[in-house]
Each structure stands twice: as C-alpha cells, then as structure tokens.
C-alpha cells in the first residue's frame, strides 16, 4: 500500500458551545496510517483511533467541564504498544484543550507507567503525599545521570522541606506542588532523552495529573514537533 506522507489538515466544528474536530487522518508512529474521531456518548465524549480498514485501536475517554474551563481524562485506552496510537489520542485531547481556551486537561494514572508516558507531553504530577513525593526526590538525588545538578539541587532543597512537615498537611500547597514540578520534570528529562525505563523514578502507586495551558505554552515546540511525526498540520 502506498503511503501519503502530505500533511493532513485538522478542522474544526461547534456542537453545543464546545469545538470537536472532524474526523481526520494521521500516520502512527509505524507509519501506519490511521482515522481519529469523536463520538458524543451523552455523559462523556470518546476520542476514538481506528486502522485503515475501520478496527478500533484505542479510545480517550473525556468529559468537558465548561463552567470549571477543564477536560477531564476518565479512560485512555492503546489496544497496540509502541505504535503512537496513544500518543496520538492525548495529542488529541490537548488540541481539544488549546482549540476550547480550557485552562486544564486533567486524569488519573493509575498504572505507573502512564506518569511517565504523560510526563513526556508536560503533565504534571498533582499529589499532596508527603512521603510519595519524597520518595520520587531521594530518588533524584541518588541518580547517577550525569549533567542533572539543577535537578539534584532543587530536590535536595524540597525533601529536606517536605522532611520538617512530617504527616502535617498544611494549607499553603505550594511546596506539594514546587515538588510535583521538579519530579514531572525530572521524569519528562528522561523520557524525552530516551533513558531506559531502569533510570525512572519507581513510584509505588498511580496518581493525578493535570496539563494547563501554561503546559500549553511552555511545552509547544516539542508538541509541534510531534504533530509533524504524524504528518498533521496543526500549531499549537
């Protein structure tokens, strides 16, 4: 089969006060090529990836909060690995946050090994867990990577902090939220760098993770540049 490697426009319609992309065409990360879509299920909306001859290879599930400016992740499914299909659903739902002007794409990993999947776009870690977060920290500190001292020295200085707190909550957040930035990004280096998995931060347990349109601006020239992987001409 020949492949098309011209670059596949993404339009856009409203329905509802929300803007939905029309159905369009990608090539995964295979070169395969491969359909994207949206179906209204009433509740929630579901990003949908098919093969050429009309299989499902996956599904986003999303729910548009319009009044709270945010998305909310319920379900991503790949049916296939290493193929882009994933990569493909969550850039899809990120042009969804961008075309809409939401402030916030939210979702739950609870397998461990979507943090790292989704740091690699610019999610962010959202935990309050002083003992998780320092365990990601200690973990930084004891690296062997080299050229990561930026990385070491803010996690030195937030696990000591994080220490004095013990099990007390308190209701400023800010050093919960100092120290779920320097572990996305820490884990964000590494994927993005091509690391083996043995290099990532073990982490015990899933947990939420938001991508804000400050990820938006502070992450578009590498997600640019994975809309060009697929051939799709669309800017963030």
Same mark, same amino acid.
């Given at each position: 089969m020949k492949i098309d490697f011209s670059k596949r426009f993404v339009s856009f319609y409203e329905n509802n006060g929300i803007k939905l992309f029309n159905k369009f065409n990608a090539l995964n990360t295979k070169m395969k090529p491969v359909d994207l879509y949206i179906k209204d299920k009433g509740k929630f909306h579901a990003i949908m990836i098919d093969d050429a001859e009309g299989e499902n290879l996956g599904t986003f599930e999303v729910v548009f909060k319009k009044n709270q400016s945010t998305i909310e992740g319920q379900q991503l499914i790949s049916y296939t690995?290493?193929?882009?299909?994933?990569?493909?659903?969550? *850039?899809?739902?990120?042009?969804? *946050?961008?075309?809409?002007?939401?402030?916030?794409?939210?979702?739950?990993?609870?397998?461990?090994?979507?943090?790292?999947? *989704?740091?690699?776009?610019?999610?962010?870690?959202?935990?309050? +867990?002083?003992?998780?977060?320092?365990?990601?920290?200690?973990?930084?500190?004891?690296?062997?990577?080299?050229?990561?001292?930026?990385?070491?020295?803010?996690?030195?200085?937030?696990?000591?902090?994080?220490?004095?707190?013990?099990?007390?909550?308190?209701? +400023?957040?800010?050093?919960?939220?100092?120290?779920?930035?320097?572990?996305? +990004?820490?884990?964000?280096?590494?994927?993005?760098?091509n690391y083996p998995k043995k290099y990532y931060p073990y982490l015990e347990v899933g947990s939420d993770m938001k991508f804000t349109d400050w990820e938006l601006v502070t992450n578009k020239r590498y997600l640019d540049k994975l809309m060009d992987v697929h051939y799709l001409d669309y800017k963030f």
């Open positions: 690995e290493r193929e882009g299909n994933g990569q493909l659903l969550t *850039l899809a739902s990120i042009m969804e *946050l961008a075309q809409n002007r939401m402030n916030k794409l939210t979702y739950f990993a609870g397998d461990t090994k979507n943090i790292p999947f *989704l740091a690699k776009f610019g999610f962010v870690l959202e935990n309050d +867990d002083t003992r998780y977060l320092m365990n990601g920290l200690k973990q930084i500190i004891r690296s062997k990577i080299p050229n990561i001292e930026e990385f070491k020295y803010k996690s030195r200085y937030l696990h000591s902090r994080l220490d004095m707190l013990g099990d007390v909550v308190p209701d +400023d957040k800010s050093l919960f939220h100092s120290g779920c930035q320097v572990l996305s +990004d820490y884990i964000k280096f590494l994927v993005r760098h």
